[in-house]
């Protein structure tokens, strides 16, 4: 399972790779004549990655992971080995490692593709990953929407275990190692990975103050804890196979390796592709690989990395610093699919979400529905978030609706900026970013949606109850 094989790969009709497409982690999905058995996964070299691991000092993965340059591809994009590193060299507590597998951010599709077609390749990343980090107990919190999905992990672990990779005494080399399913309940707060920690205690699923609740150091049980997404682990086995530096040299400086988009919306082939970092540009992923707008439209806007990311517009452009120093200047379409420049951009490349939007799309209707989200899924410990996510929700429904008034959007706005860096965890933002960003963006049209005569209107029972005294 070689992922710079040359050997040629039968992928069912329809589902064949983009030819600007670097199938690594999903080599093997919508492949022919593939099934998730072990003895298919073993067949083509499956926890051959495993054993080599088991042969090395846990120091020497955690330096191969941190030479790739590997960044976590859950969201925030963090290097991944270094987080391995901030386990307290003193420690004497149990360690545990946790696979984010609640994949709830809007726009993102990819982690489930992985788990229903591949779940050996998570399951080996994980295991490697373990030995790496010191866990001798592992999890994959898994979202309540994936029933299948969890099914398919609890047959793959059985197998593995029954296989001699999990268990005691792992392929004879002295390790112990137990992983278990969690299914969640559906909350999209559990995404947050001291939320999820709560949640798999047992408790609301409330995220913890950092400092001094990092999970690296104070996590499940206030034990040392390693939160990975799925995709991010599943990198693992793979940068052990070509070595770190090698992996490396896939993608761009500080934006290595592969990652998963995937794009929904307004083109005429949505789905997933996996590319190297920062080798596609947005034009190339809109018009090669998706094959463009709908016909006879035009792009207006574009969501480049999950929901919660911020948008933009499709006539913006960006001056954006190069390498040497230089200052460059990019339209939408000449943005590199990387983290940094998406994020000199203005927005962040997130979970890679990439959602497309063309001119029949009503931004007041969009920005609505992004608001109905998160104020449904705020968890409710902090007064600015629980308060201010469903306010937002209220205004929005007035403007998409048309019964706002001109200075509604302000108002809009004003919320948003009161809920952004005022919450314990980063749900503050994501439920915020779009707000202020549509605004900033789209203001013109937002406020064209309300009408002068509902200044003064009363939009509720109570207030019109509140007016007449009773």
Same mark, same amino acid.
């Given at each position: 399972?070689?992922?710079?094989?040359?050997?040629?790969?039968?992928?069912?009709?329809?589902?064949?790779?983009?030819?600007?497409?670097?199938?690594?982690?999903?080599?093997? !999905?919508?492949?022919?004549?593939?099934?998730?058995?072990?003895?298919?996964?073993?067949?083509?070299?499956?926890?051959?990655?495993?054993?080599?691991?088991?042969?090395?000092?846990?120091?020497?993965?955690?330096?191969?992971?941190?030479?790739?340059?590997?960044?976590?591809?859950?969201?925030?994009?963090?290097?991944?080995?270094?987080?391995?590193?901030?386990?307290?060299?003193?420690?004497?507590?149990?360690?545990?490692?946790?696979?984010?597998?609640?994949?709830?951010?809007?726009?993102?599709?990819?982690?489930?593709?992985?788990?229903?077609?591949?779940?050996?390749?998570?399951?080996?990343?994980?295991?490697?990953?373990?030995?790496?980090?010191?866990?001798?107990?592992?999890?994959?919190?898994?979202?309540?929407?994936?029933?299948?999905?969890?099914?398919?992990?609890?047959?793959?672990?059985?197998?593995?275990?029954?296989?001699?990779?999990?268990?005691?005494?792992?392929?004879?080399?002295?390790?112990?190692?137990?992983?278990?399913?969690?299914?969640?309940?559906?909350?999209?707060?559990?995404?947050?990975?001291?939320?999820?920690?709560?949640?798999?205690?047992?408790?609301?699923?409330?995220?913890?103050?950092?400092?001094?609740?990092?999970?690296?150091?104070?996590?499940?049980?206030?034990?040392?804890?390693?939160?990975?997404?799925?995709?991010?682990?599943?990198?693992?086995?793979?940068?052990?196979?070509?070595? @770190?530096?090698?992996?490396?040299?896939?993608?761009?400086?500080?934006?290595?390796?592969?990652?998963?988009?995937?794009?929904?919306?307004?083109?005429?082939?949505?789905?997933?592709?996996?590319?190297? !970092?920062?080798?596609?540009?947005?034009?190339?992923?809109?018009?090669?690989?998706?094959?463009?707008?709908?016909?006879?439209? &035009?792009?207006?806007?574009?969501?480049?990395?999950?929901?919660?990311?911020?948008? *933009?517009?499709?006539?913006?452009?960006? &001056?954006?610093?190069?390498?040497?120093?230089?200052?460059?200047?990019?339209?939408?379409?000449?943005?590199?699919?990387?983290?940094?420049?998406?994020?000199?951009?203005?927005?962040?490349?997130?979970?890679?979400?990439?959602?497309?939007?063309?001119?029949?799309?009503?931004?007041?209707?969009?920005?609505?529905?992004?608001?109905?989200?998160?104020?449904?899924?705020?968890?409710?410990?902090?007064?600015?978030?629980?308060? @201010?996510?469903?306010?937002?929700?209220?205004?929005?429904?007035?403007?998409?609706?048309?019964?706002?008034?001109?200075?509604?959007?302000? *108002?809009?706005?004003?919320?948003?900026?009161?809920?952004?860096?005022?919450?314990?965890?980063?749900?503050?933002?994501?439920?915020?970013?779009?707000?202020?960003?549509?605004?900033?963006?789209?203001?013109?049209?937002?406020?064209?949606?309300?009408?002068?005569?509902?200044?003064?209107?009363?939009?509720?029972?109570?207030?019109?109850?509140?007016?007449? @005294?009773?």
């Amino acid at each position: 399972m070689n992922p710079t094989s040359t050997m040629a790969i039968n992928y069912k009709t329809g589902k064949q790779p983009h030819p600007k497409e670097h199938r690594m982690i999903f080599r093997n !999905v919508d492949r022919e004549g593939w099934d998730t058995s072990i003895d298919c996964y073993l067949r083509e070299g499956g926890y051959d990655q495993l054993r080599k691991a088991l042969t090395m000092e846990p120091k020497a993965i955690t330096e191969e992971v941190k030479l790739s340059g590997l960044r976590g591809r859950g969201g925030a994009g963090f290097p991944t080995g270094v987080k391995w590193t901030f386990i307290p060299p003193n420690n004497t507590k149990p360690v545990y490692l946790i696979c984010n597998a609640d994949e709830s951010e809007p726009g993102t599709f990819k982690d489930r593709y992985i788990i229903h077609q591949d779940p050996h390749q998570l399951i080996e990343g994980m295991t490697i990953s373990c030995f790496a980090v010191g866990a001798h107990l592992a999890y994959i919190y898994i979202r309540e929407e994936f029933p299948e999905g969890a099914q398919i992990l609890e047959k793959a672990i059985a197998e593995a275990r029954a296989r001699g990779f999990l268990g005691k005494n792992i392929c004879g080399s002295g390790f112990d190692l137990e992983i278990y399913v969690h299914r969640g309940a559906g909350a999209y707060i559990c995404g947050e990975e001291t939320g999820l920690i709560e949640s798999l205690e047992g408790k609301r699923p409330y995220p913890r103050i950092k400092p001094p609740y990092f999970p690296a150091a104070l996590g499940l049980y206030l034990c040392p804890t390693i939160v990975n997404n799925v995709e991010s682990l599943c990198h693992v086995r793979h940068i052990l196979a070509m070595g @770190g530096a090698e992996y490396a040299k896939l993608g761009t400086p500080r934006n290595t390796g592969t990652r998963i988009l995937c794009v929904s919306g307004d083109v005429v082939r949505p789905g997933y592709f996996e590319v190297q !970092v920062g080798k596609v540009t947005m034009g190339e992923v809109i018009n090669d690989m998706c094959g463009g707008l709908r016909p006879g439209r &035009k792009l207006k806007a574009i969501i480049p990395g999950g929901s919660s990311a911020k948008v *933009l517009r499709a006539d913006e452009t960006f &001056k954006v610093k190069q390498p040497d120093g230089s200052m460059k200047e990019l339209s939408v379409w000449d943005i590199p699919m990387d983290f940094d420049t998406i994020a000199a951009c203005g927005s962040m490349a997130g979970s890679g979400g990439v959602i497309i939007m063309d001119d029949s799309r009503s931004m007041a209707w969009v920005l609505n529905n992004l608001n109905a989200f998160y104020a449904h899924e705020s968890c409710g410990q902090c007064t600015p978030c629980r308060e @201010g996510s469903l306010w937002m929700r209220k205004i929005s429904d007035r403007i998409a609706g048309g019964t706002a008034s001109p200075e509604d959007v302000s *108002l809009l706005e004003s919320v948003a900026y009161q809920i952004d860096g005022k919450t314990i965890c980063a749900f503050g933002e994501a439920c915020s970013w779009p707000t202020e960003s549509f605004i900033a963006k789209f203001r013109d049209e937002l406020t064209a949606a309300t009408r002068p005569e509902n200044r003064g209107r009363l939009h509720t029972d109570e207030a019109r109850l509140a007016a007449v @005294g009773l």
